[in-house]
């Protein structure tokens, strides 16, 4: 027992050491941010990350680790540099210094992922939500509290608010960049185009993650662009600094594109949990036996069940495509079914086929 005891302290000195040498990897790699941004080189560099990643898996075989441990672990550290720099970048470069910006909605999640971004650019951010908002922000409760005069405008609540909102905002017609950041865009068509009519500088976007991002490489932000050039160009400017990829999309094509991006993928989920949790098997008794799919399938409908359903509605109920996506969804099931029921392997095997070509003509992982 006394040699345990040893040991363990013996490792949990190790681990310290670990813990510091990944402090002073970080100082390091905030000192190349700086150096990359200075010279006005991007914050990623895909090449380099690649050697890193192979040196892990070199080093880790040399010194008898398991090379996919040693590449998961030096991947981690990656993610954590980016999510530094990206920080670093977006609050040296001070985009909205000496500006003001109003988050509408700032209480709720992704208003609240709205206060913290604009903050870290500089913005004196005001809160608009009768919910109140984070302590050290200026709150109003209602609209009506407001001059309006900020140089910033984010709506960011659900889609049936944020038509009124725009309504109202088209009847006070401020001066400031407004932007709506709602799941669809179809809904909220007449109430956008109303406001471009009414001589606002209005665009609209779909941040494509959710509330508890803090790294936005990988992560995509789309643009619909109303028309006003200048609204576009302000608010992409806000994600310049940042490693996000911005997308532009028509109007329509977005919400296409929603109805299966999220609607299509939120439903089966919906299905899978109800299908479960109607079969009469116990959520225990299932995870004695759980596979690793069943286990992945799992974590993301765990992920789903704890989202807002309210919003899941309005993403189904809202969008002009969905009926199409969930049409295509309840054929491809009672295919699947039919084969297994007909007993029909040569066209089962047909269907997985088909799905992995289409599977295969997904872009490559980045390292
Ligand atoms: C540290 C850098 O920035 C990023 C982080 C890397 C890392 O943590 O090793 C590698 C490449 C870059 O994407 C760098 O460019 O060297």
Redesign the pocket.
Known sequence: MKDLQALREKLSCLDVELLEMVARRQAI?AE??RV?SSAGKG????A??KD?LNLARQTARRVGVDEDIGEEMFRL??RA??AA?ELDKVTSEKTGSGKRALVIGGAGQMGQWFVRFLSAQGYSVEICDPKGGASGYRCYGSLGDTDLSQDMIVIATPIKETRILLDELAVRRPDGIIFDISSLKGPLDPALHNLVAAGCRVTSIHPMFGPDTELLSGRNVVFVDLGVAEATAAVRELFNSTMAEQVSMSLDDHDHAMAYVLGLSHAVNIAFFNALSQSGEQAEGLAKFSSSTFDAQMDVASHVAEENPYLYFEIQSLNTHTPRALVTLLNAVTQVAGRVLDGDEKGFVELMAQGKAFLARRPEDRP
Do not use: A, N
């Not at 914050?43 to 895909?46: E, I, M």
């Open positions: 790699v190349i941010g990359k914050t990623r560099d895909y380099r990350e890193v550290l990656i540099s980016l720099q």
